[in-house]
């Protein structure tokens, strides 16, 4: 059928209408599609680039130097050395699990190892990069950077480990660093983001733990370019961060090794502390241990050899132990009956070996006894019942508080762990602690330094060095922080009349001194250089009235446990001050045979400057004295220097 002309009109009319619809819907499509584009490839361009950027590019914290630790001199006590090590970041690894079976495949990584790690990266965000093994050998290390396009979001890396080259000698006051706990984090109140890094290292105990803040330094940051697999391309720019101050302490690392070689294998503590500024000069605890082991990662077998050891390695003796000072600290009884007026230094006490307090009969340690004694002959021949009868006069309160002004009772203020504040007794802190009243019995207990007193050897020093030199001397550690020298303290003048302190000097000169002293057996030969000093000797097991009567048992023959603490606190020159040591020997016997000798030895090493010279030994001690230095194995320390680099 042939079409009209009308109806080819009307069927062209509807397709203009339609191609003019259908090209203005076209058009409306292109100009939004236009405008979008224009949209995102303009006003938001900043935006997509930043995103762009992102994606290709990553920024890492950089870890900064850890501070050096040095000794008053500069020698390096704690250091750092190069660490290779292998890290995994999952954002770019992909399946983690199989690039770490691939990495164990070329270097040695246990399924522990392995598992550790997976534990690691599903607690820590995905860009946090995690370290898989550190302290690799130099050839693994090439075997991981040679594999690496086939080992994604694994990177080897060149990092600094903590290093401890003196390693025994600085255990207790240094301590160690070892990796951030939960527990760490949880003691920050805004912890620095250096401490969110897997296994970044902070200091556990001691100096490390103490001044942390100042040694850990700040973190620097580095952007490197990735590509498409995360694999790293370039490292586009690196801002290093600031290292940690160096810290330089007071102590003298020879006198600390000679202090720490002398003890032996005795469960000892030994304090030397300089009279004028403070300056603690060395404080040794035995036996010691290994820091570096911490660092590395302590294996159980090491550790439980650690924790069983009876002398207790892992306890630093010379600030937390608390021993009962035993009749070193006569001297404090001494001063608080002077004070009190109610004596003067001629004042005589008969001694006829024991005191009686109603039913109740307190032992001299001479059995026999010493007649009439006066202060200096009480205190140079350790006469109990001098003391018993003095602090009955007087009672604990005064005598608690001349023994706070030495330094008894009071936690010393240094960056260590675990210092202890012992314990300085009255009524007060009697009924407080136990709900108990005060005894006469607890006062003569008190008097000769046992009952409830106890003090550290730090302590002890503390208090040599009040009575030496007239002034409240604090202790101090650190000497530098950085190129910034630390001041030292004012020590103020004693409250107590000098005239006091200078009979009780006397006393403490005469136990080295005189015929009948106690420690006469340790004197100075070398006038320039003579000792004062007192023993100790405290008992740590309660002996029988049946015993004391057969006759107490020598220290020798009792088991390690039960024998007797031997204490000895000593300065010199008598003249003019400028060391003062205290010893504990724990369960060592007598204080006059075991510590003295050993407080000597410390004494003379820290005024010369070394090993003591033989001339300052009385004659015919001589030969034995040279054996011993002989036989001790000092470390060769004397040319160490401040290791210049940090590498």
């Not at 220290?555 to 606190?569: C, E």
């Not at 407080?599 to 090493?605: G, I, K, S």
């Amino acid at each position: 059928m042939r079409r009209t002309p009308k109806d080819t009109e009307d069927s062209a009319r509807k397709v203009r209408r339609r191609a003019v619809l259908m090209g203005g819907a076209m058009g409306a499509f292109v100009a939004v599609l236009g405008a979008r584009m224009r949209y995102l490839s303009v006003e938001q361009a900043d935006e997509f680039r930043l995103l762009a950027e992102e994606n290709r590019v990553n920024i890492r914290l950089i870890p900064p130097a850890r501070g050096l630790i040095l000794d008053r001199n500069g020698k390096l006590i704690a250091g750092n050395e190069q660490n290779y090590r292998v890290v995994i970041t999952r954002e770019d690894a992909g399946d983690v699990p199989q690039v770490l079976n691939r990495l164990a495949s070329i270097v040695p990584l246990t399924p522990e190892d392995i598992e550790k790690t997976l534990k690691e990266v599903e607690r820590r965000s995905p860009f946090v990069p995690i370290t898989v093994a550190d302290r690799l050998s130099w050839t693994d290390f090439s075997k991981i950077a040679l594999n690496a396009p086939s080992l994604p979001g694994v990177t080897p890396e060149v990092g600094l480990s903590r290093s401890y080259p003196l390693d025994t000698d600085f255990a207790h006051v240094v301590g160690y660093v070892g990796p951030v706990s939960e527990k760490d984090l949880a003691e920050i109140e805004s912890p620095d983001p250096l401490l969110q890094i897997p296994k970044f290292q902070i200091g556990k105990i001691g100096v490390e733990r103490w001044i942390e803040d100042n040694l850990r330094g700040r973190a620097g940051q580095k952007r490197i370019e990735v590509n498409h697999v995360g694999r790293v391309m370039r490292e586009l720019e690196r801002i290093e961060g600031s290292p940690g101050d160096d810290i330089r302490l007071t102590i003298d690392a020879e006198a600390q090794n000679f202090a720490q070689v002398r003890m032996g294998e005795e469960s000892a503590a030994m304090v030397a502390m300089d009279v004028e500024t403070g300056d603690i000069l060395a404080c040794a605890s035995a036996p010691s241990f290994d820091p570096n082991l911490f660092v590395r990662g302590i294996s159980q077998k090491d550790y439980s050899t650690l924790m069983e050891n009876d002398h207790r390695p892992l306890s630093n003796k010379a600030v937390a132990g608390a021993y009962p000072p035993g009749s070193t600290f006569k001297m404090v009884t001494a001063l608080a009956a002077l004070e009190s007026g109610l004596i003067n230094a001629q004042t005589g006490v008969y001694c006829p070996g024991h005191y009686e307090v109603g039913t109740r009969r307190f032992h001299c340690w001479k059995r026999g006894g010493h007649g009439t004694v006066s202060l200096h002959s009480a205190l140079a021949e350790s006469c109990d019942v001098y003391f018993y009868d003095i602090a009955q006069k007087i009672g604990i309160d005064r005598i608690a508080e001349v023994g706070r002004k030495l330094g008894l009772g009071q936690r010393m203020d240094l960056p260590m762990s675990a210092i202890t504040e012992g314990v300085m007794p009255d009524k007060a802190w009697l009924a407080q602690r136990y709900g108990q009243d005060w005894r006469i019995g607890d006062t003569i207990n008190a008097s000769i330094g046992q009952g409830y007193v106890l003090a550290s050897p730090l302590q002890l020093a503390v208090m040599t060095a009040r009575i030496a030199s007239g002034r409240a001397i604090a202790p101090r550690l650190v000497k530098a922080i950085g190129s910034e020298e630390l001041p030292v303290p004012d020590a103020p003048q004693l409250e107590i009349t000098p005239e006091y302190l200078a009979a009780v000097r006397q006393g403490m000169f005469e136990v080295m001194n005189s015929p009948r002293g106690t420690a006469k057996a340790s004197k100075v030969a070398d006038e320039t250089m003579l000792m004062a000093g007192k023993t100790g000797t405290a008992q740590v097991r309660i002996i029988s009235a049946a015993e004391r009567a057969s006759g107490v048992i020598d220290n020798k023959n009792l088991a390690w446990r039960l024998r007797d603490h031997a204490l000895f606190v000593c300065y010199a020159p008598y003249d003019r001050p400028k060391v003062a040591v205290s010893v504990v020997v724990e369960h060592g016997g007598g204080g006059s045979a075991v510590a003295a000798p050993l407080a000597r030895d410390l004494l003379l090493f820290c005024l010369t400057g070394g090993i003591p010279p033989l001339s300052a030994y009385p004659a015919s001690q001589r030969g034995t004295i040279e054996t011993r230095f002989k036989e001790m194995k000092l470390r060769d320390i004397s040319g160490a220097g401040t290791a210049k680099s940090r590498a």
